[in-house]
């Protein structure tokens, strides 16, 4: 990698917060938006270099969690996820507000009698309720920090998201200085921007001064305020530079590059988070992308070109975290509606991974990974000349693994049927050479497991 080829960790976490941004239901850009309002509460505090940087990564990654509570939202409430994560976000912890809140969103589609049970079980259980999906979703996002090598400084952060200063908030119920300074701050952040886009600065500057005292400590809401009169730091909110922006803001002595291990990581840690939104996806992408390095392999691919092939095939699925999970999990048909959610996925995932420098030539396989080469694929309907063999490649290791793994509508089936139902598609669907080389990856797999029990 050459100095003009350097990529800085900052450029590919803050393109990849927009599928973060997604999976909350937060108008594109939130991540970046409270990357640049904490940042410049750091500042004003006198933050450290090395703080302000970690402080700088848990405002990204605060929501990296996001999409492990998702399900747990529509089996609960009975509601779209990202719907009612959006609506959320303005929601104080009083109890008028919690229960508009509750009346609002849950159950509405169902009939008088599931409705109501929903809500006398919520108002029951919510407290409880309400923790173990903060737990879940900061424990988990804390994890997924960890193992992108990222401090555990950050990873504290993300843990106290939604800790509140007077000890009300969850999972722990901390108060003042036992909660992280970094999670402090990303709440902070997180209900300016929130209020911003809805109402302006002055409606984020009267939330956070009313709550004041209760969710944050006054001193951040003071140094807030005082950054709140300077109309040109609003207009960066807004600003289409914003991305370049918040680039420069990370502390430059410690900007950190990112070599090709650190990616792989990156795109395994972004892959924990889309298949962290199903309990039908756990695992999915890190199967495909085994799936899709033994067909490479099979078909003489160079090492390095796998490992290209694999970080693709780890974040095919990522535009899925803009798929609401009452449409994942549906123990059904999709209806026409939900099938265009479904089909909009792909498109999605190519509009993430282009604006990431390091992932822009991985595009075209999120967005064209359901396409097949007969044109009844979706979502542009391309046929065969327009699919690149990487592409089939992931397809076929994506197909095989949906058949072989518990779908909400069916049981997981044996792989010698999965290979029978793929035969039957291939040329109009799938690439020939490209279902062979999976299964003579599968004969030597099985011939590799035979020799490992003779010689035991």
């Known amino acids: 990698m050459t100095e003009h080829d350097v990529i800085h960790l900052s450029e590919v976490v803050g393109a990849l917060s927009f599928a973060l941004d997604i999976t909350e239901g937060q108008p594109v850009g939130h991540s970046l938006r409270c990357c640049w ?15 302000l940087s970690d402080l700088y990564y848990t405002l990204l990654l605060k929501d990296i969690g996001c999409s492990s509570n998702a399900a747990r939202i ?6 779209d996820d990202l719907n009612f994560k959006s609506a959320y976000k303005v929601v104080d912890n009083k109890l008028p507000e919690i229960l508009r809140f509750l009346i609002a969103n849950t159950a509405r589609k169902s009939g008088f009698v599931e409705r109501l049970q929903t809500l006398v079980h919520i108002a029951r259980n919510g407290g409880e309720i309400s923790r173990e999906l903060i737990e879940t979703r900061c424990q988990r996002g804390a994890e997924i920090a960890r193992s992108m090598r990222f401090s555990e400084a950050v990873a504290r952060g993300i843990l106290d998201l939604d800790e509140h200063w007077d000890g009300s908030g969850q999972p722990e119920g901390l108060a003042e200085g036992s909660i992280s300074r970094f999670g402090q701050i990303a709440l902070l952040s997180q209900v300016v921007d929130v209020f911003f886009m809805r109402g302006g600065a002055q409606a984020a500057l009267a939330e956070i001064s009313e709550r004041s005292g209760r969710w944050f400590d006054p001193r951040l809401v003071a140094q807030m305020k005082a950054l709140g009169g300077d109309d040109a730091f609003w207009d960066v909110l807004r600003a289409n530079d914003l991305a370049e922006r918040v680039v420069a803001l990370e ?33 999915h992408s890190d199967r495909v992308a085994l799936f899709a390095d033994l067909i490479a ?30 449409v994942l999990d549906k123990n059904g048909k999709p209806d026409e509606d939900e099938w265009a959610e479904i089909r909009r996925h792909p498109e999605l995932g190519r509009t993430i991974l282009s604006k990431i420098a390091a992932f822009r030539d991985m595009a075209r396989i999120a967005g064209d990974h359901h396409e097949k080469l007969g044109g009844g694929g979706y979502p542009r309907g391309i046929r065969a000349e327009a699919i690149d063999l990487d592409t089939r490649i992931v397809t076929v290791a994506d197909i095989f693994d949906a058949l072989t793994a518990d779908r909400p509508y069916r049981k997981a089936m044996p792989v010698s049927a999965a290979f029978d139902i793929m035969e039957k598609d291939v040329g109009s669907g799938i690439d020939g050479a490209v279902f062979a080389a999976l299964r003579r990856g599968f004969v030597r797999l099985e011939d590799v497991a035979e020799a490992g029990e003779r010689a035991a």
């Open 37 to 51: 309002i904490g940042m410049h509460v750091g500042r004003g505090l006198g933050m450290s270099e090395a703080a």
């Open 74 to 79: 529509c089996q609960l409430y009975l509601a």
């Open 297 to 326: 392999e099979e078909m003489g691919y160079e090492p390095e070109r796998r490992r290209w092939l694999k970080r693709a095939a780890l974040l095919h699925d990522i535009g899925k975290l803009g798929v609401s999970n009452s």
């Open 251 to 283: 502390p430059k002595a410690l900007a950190r590059a990112v070599d090709e291990d650190y990616l792989d990581e990156i795109a395994a840690g972004f892959a924990q988070v889309v298949d962290a939104k199903s309990p039908f996806t756990a695992g």
